[in-house]
């Protein structure tokens, strides 16, 4: 069965504006067309921002708890049909359904968190520095969020956009990877669903260059929240620049795990499988360096390529499939392609893998063998690079402080972790290793949604997903002051008497007593009075 998507404008199903389409198509068995869904164009984009843009102020004056239970109604809803998005998932972008539930999971965990925090939202209360003077901060959202997402984690990660975008009152425009567009689909039919008013979310489907160029430049878009490569981050960052427009961007990782001579070498390697093998390597988050402590190098490095060699590749529908294709043939091309940089690097050995099956059902899709190589050195490509595929380095060093050295070694910083017990080496690498996630004796992948999320360096521009830290992309802060003491009162004036709390002015004209500690005499009467703000 193929679906005919539209895109959701205003509250309407409607069909892109140029009528061209494109197809969704299964990676497992690229004869399989999931779905047609409009390529959009920027007029199609421009009705989706106006939608947004109308629906705003009534949303934004929506009080937070209500829009936080239309989002609780949606977390609701992709449980019920938790089994069906994750099939759905599976069999548009590849991962095994154990994965594809677990990231149907990660957005229902983000919907109920959300939706609880709609109760809180907290700003600061904070006192005053003058006498009956109230001092709070609030939230406001900033109007019109674009979202573009990638496809690794078709339900989770606009989920993490969406639901707090919602949340702190603004509209959305969401601009869905074209690698996965039947989840978002999915996703945007579950919102309406559960109550989202007509303009507040809409969703067009197409290119990255056309509709997402679009979307980004669009004056009336006042945030925009971006997960994709670096390369594209760069230009959205020039882009938002320009035009003061704040930005959040999830970029690339060359996450490492590093494997200490006592660690408890079987917890390491299950990790190590884990986290460069799961999701085909297609994670940000994914282990592609293993950064391996010489004592344990030998032992550690044959019991991967056999662990490696062992996995089950096949279409991720199959519940007897460890690993699933690539998202595309592109994908694997550029898999391919590393693997041959990897072959002419000097010292760098391919142990397992490092092809293309194409026998039989392989034939079909876009599979890629679990790939390790050994002997590679931090300044060679395959360390350095991200290649998004089930491809891992061995990089051996000779103690702690080269291991540190080595993590740190590349222009990225998302995830990390280190195997020991000792736990002194384990606090040192958490206050060492530049990375804005480190695991202890866990896999570098597994983020939880309630902590913050996202990379130092080239990973991203400083913002985080997830977490209350997110509200911050999504919202900006005001300062109120209420000043109940019925007189001028200014801060700031320097009242040159030491101990002396600042100034309290009087009204001036009426001779009333200034509340205690000011100095009314220095500045009483005087609108002029030096100082000031
Ligand atoms: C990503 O690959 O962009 O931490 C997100 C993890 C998942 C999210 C990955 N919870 O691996």
């Known amino acids: 069965m193929s679906e005919q998507g539209f895109n959701f404008i ?132 900033l109007g019109v969020a674009a979202i573009i997402s990638p496809w690794n984690f078709p339900m989770a990660i606009p989920t993490w956009k969406i639901f707090p975008a ?31 008013p007509p303009g507040v979310v809409n969703l067009v489907f197409g290119s990255g260059s056309e509709a997402g160029t679009a979307l980004v430049e669009h004056p009336e878009v006042d945030v925009v929240s971006f997960t994709g490569s670096t390369e594209t981050g760069r230009r959205l960052g020039e882009s938002c620049g320009r035009r003061l427009k704040r930005l959040s961007l999830e970029l690339g990782g060359k996450n490492p795990q590093i494997v200490m001579a006592d660690a408890d070498l079987d917890l390491a390697l299950e990790g190590a499988v884990w986290a460069a093998f799961g999701t085909t390597g297609q994670r940000c988050t994914a282990t592609s360096r293993l950064i391996v402590h010489r004592p344990v190098l030998e032992e550690f490095t044959a019991r991967l390529v056999q662990r490696a060699g062992a996995l089950r590749l096949g279409d991720g529908l199959d519940p007897a499939t460890d690993v699933g294709p690539l998202v595309s043939d592109a994908a694997r091309e550029r898999v391919a392609e590393y693997v041959r940089i990897g072959l002419e690097d000097d010292g760098a050995e391919l142990l397992v893998g490092g092809s293309a099956p194409s026998e039989g059902v392989f034939d079909r899709g876009s599979f890629f063998e679990p790939t390790v190589f050994a002997g590679v050195t931090p300044t060679m490509r395959i360390a350095q690079e991200e290649i998004f595929g089930p491809v891992v380095s061995i990089l051996a060093v000779d103690s702690f402080e080269e291991a540190i050295a080595v993590a740190n070694g590349t222009r990225y910083g998302l995830s990390s972790s280190i195997y020991t017990r000792d736990v002194n080496a384990a606090f040192r690498a958490i206050e060492r290793i530049d990375a804005g996630i480190t695991y202890v004796n866990g896999p570098t992948i597994g983020a939880e949604v309630h902590l913050p999320f996202g990379g130092t360096r080239d990973t991203g521009n400083g913002h985080r997903e997830s977490g209350t830290e997110v509200l911050n992309v999504f ?59």
């Open 10 to 141: 205003g509250g309407r199903w409607v069909p892109g504006d140029t009528g061209r389409t494109f197809e969704d198509r299964n990676p497992a068995d690229r004869d399989d067309v999931v779905g047609m869904f409009p390529l959009s164009s920027a007029a199609d984009v421009d009705a989706a921002v106006s939608a947004a843009r109308d629906a705003f102020p009534a949303w934004a004056a929506t009080p937070a708890p209500e829009r936080g239970k239309i989002i609780w109604a949606a977390g609701r809803l992709m449980e019920a049909r938790k089994d069906e998005l994750a099939a759905t998932a599976t069999r548009e972008m590849g991962k095994i359904l154990l994965e594809t539930r677990g990231d149907v999971q990660e957005g229902i965990d983000t919907a109920y968190y959300m939706g609880g925090e709609a109760r809180r939202m907290f700003g600061v209360t904070t006192p005053s520095e003058l006498p009956s003077k109230f001092a709070m901060s609030v939230r406001r959202p």
């Open 166 to 196: 919602l949340l702190c009152g603004n509209a959305v425009v969401f601009k869905p990877a074209s690698d996965a567009p039947a989840t978002a689909y999915a996703l945007v039919r579950i919102l309406e669903e559960a109550g989202v």
């Open 475 to 533: 919202s900006e802060w005001k300062s109120v002051y209420v000043d109940y003491s019925e007189r001028l009162q200014r801060a700031q004036i320097d009242t040159g008497l030491p101990g002396a709390a600042a100034g309290g002015a009087s009204r001036g004209d009426s001779g009333e007593e200034a509340p205690q500690g000011s100095t009314p005499e220095s500045i009483s009467g005087s609108f002029g009075a030096e100082g000031g703000e």
